[in-house]
T-cell receptor, first 110, second 117 residues
Framework: DAKTTQPPSMDCAEGRAANLPCNHSTISGNEYVYWYRQIHSQGPQYIIHGLKNNETNEMASLIITEDRKSSTLILPHATLRDTAVYYCIVRQTGANNLFFGTGTRLTVIP | DVKVTQSSRYLVKRTGEKVFLECVQDMDHENMFWYRQDPGLGLRLIYFSYDVKMKEKGDIPEGYSVSREKKERFSLILESASTNQTSMYLC????????????????FGDGTRLSIL
């Protein structure tokens, strides 16, 4: 699986959009980009995934650059409950494991 | 919504005890996983199962075994608990390994924080 690089921490004002970047410059053609988050004392929660195209669901949007070397997770209107560690993972289809790095600790400020 | 339930949130056991951690999922998922999470090391895969009575070793299987007698239940067993097995244990499930990316999204329980004294 390709390695990912994320900033260790970010702050976001409540109600504003949170944009979390991820670099995955060694990604290969059959690897998906997944985003998970982990709220304190809970298990990781799946957010969204994509391969080439931008994706949107009820939780977030995922923007993947055309060369696929980086992506951005967007939480359109951050709330205090979005405070968590966010993990960007690149994974081959059919692979069994998920490699969680250190992620980005997002703090939503009132 | 997918629900993965782990039997205990907190557990304290003694060195040498045999420890059972239970996990149940309610979405008829084929695959189930056991991870441990330690500070600075991220999640590490212990064992996984892609079908009833089937199991595969992950990255750190030593000192652990698993059991999957029913599709919805996956048990992690510490044969003889040691202090270096003090950790947060996370169970996850997913639908299928081959296919679209969405089918491989893993859904996690809230974890069991295990302390071995």
């Amino acid at each position: 699986d390709a390695k990912t690089t994320q900033p260790p921490s970010m702050d976001c004002a409540e109600g504003r959009a949170a944009n979390l970047p991820c670099n995955h410059s060694t990604i290969s053609g059959n690897e998906y980009v997944y985003w998970y988050r982990q709220i304190h004392s809970q298990g990781p929660q799946y957010i969204i995934h994509g391969l080439k195209n931008n994706e949107t669901n009820e939780m977030a949007s995922l923007i993947i650059t055309e060369d696929r070397k980086s992506s951005t997770l967007i939480l359109p209107h951050a709330t205090l409950r979005d405070t968590a560690v966010y993990y960007c993972i690149v994974r081959q289809t059919g692979a069994n494991n998920l490699f969680f790095g250190t992620g980005t600790r997002l703090t939503v400020i009132p | 919504d997918v629900k993965v339930t782990q039997s205990s949130r907190y557990l304290v056991k003694r060195t040498g005890e045999k420890v059972f951690l239970e996990c149940v999922q309610d979405m008829d998922h084929e695959n189930m996983f056991w991870y441990r999470q330690d500070p600075g090391l991220g999640l590490r895969l212990i064992y996984f199962s892609y079908d009833v009575k089937m199991k595969e070793k992950g990255d750190i299987p030593e000192g652990y075994s698993v059991s999957r007698e029913k599709k919805e239940r996956f048990s992690l067993i510490l044969e003889s608990a040691s202090t270096n097995q003090t950790s947060m244990y996370l169970c996850a499930s997913s639908r299928g390994l081959i296919g679209s990316g969405s089918s491989q999204a893993q859904h996690f329980g809230d974890g069991t924080r295990l302390s071995i004294l």
